[in-house]
Every structure is written in C-alpha cells, then in structure tokens.
C-alpha cells in the first residue's frame, strides 16, 4: 500500500509561479511511474507530466517548457510550475504506479491540491 499526499497549491496571478510537492509513505516499489495530473471541474482528468524511477520525464505539450518534474528527497516529487495561466487553473493529482513485475500496474492516487490562477 502507497500513500501520496500532495501539496503546495494556492492561488497565483498569472505569470506566476508554483511549487507542487508529493510525498510517499509505504511500501515504495523498486521501479515505478509517479505522475501529475490535473481536473477543472467538468472536465476530464488530464496527464500533465510524468517522472520515471530512472529519471526519465514526459510533459503535456501544452505545460511543455512551463511546468518542471523531478524527484526531491527519497519518496517525494515536485512540479515546479512557472508561466502559470488561467487555464492551468484545476485540482492536481500525484499517481504512482509501479513497474515491478509481480505489481506491474498497480496504481495509488493522491486527494489532490488545488490550484487557481487568478488576477
């Protein structure tokens, strides 16, 4: 079992710049995917980027040179947002899920942080 918590939404004016954070506790897999994504409301739940146990990254095109992954200290992830608009503006999401074999697939979510960009 993996708990993710998430933190570091607010409300920003656009332009602005955030720092979301995820933390795991648990049993952490040796190989795993940990994942941002992102919901306004009515909306779908979208990918916004991700960050492999191996250090490989992918981003949506449109946070794409805007929106930085990487791991901080062990079991723990950030988002460096920069450049932020107001359609950024949405609940955010950490996901982990792992790549080892035995447990491949299986996925934990976060309850999500809200961030709002807003003048």
């Known amino acids: 079992q993996v708990t993710l918590v998430e933190s570091g939404g607010g409300l920003v004016q656009p332009g602005g710049s955030l720092r979301l954070s995820c933390a795991a506790s648990?049993?952490?897999?040796?190989?795993?995917?940990v994942a941002w994504y992102r919901q306004a409301p009515g909306e779908e739940r979208d990918f916004v980027a991700h960050?492999?146990?191996?250090?490989?990254t992918s981003y949506a095109d449109s946070v794409k040179g805007r929106f930085t992954i990487s791991r901080g200290s062990p079991n723990s992830w950030t988002l460096q947002m920069r450049g932020l608009r107001q359609e950024d503006t949405a609940t955010y999401y950490c996901?982990?899920?792992?790549?080892?074999?035995?447990?491949?697939?299986?996925?934990?979510w976060g309850r999500g942080t809200q961030v709002t960009v807003s003048s």
């Open positions: 960050i492999g146990s191996g250090g490989t």
């Open positions: 648990g049993n952490i897999y040796s190989y795993y995917v």
């Open positions: 996901s982990l899920e792992s790549r080892d074999i035995g447990t491949y697939g299986t996925l934990f």
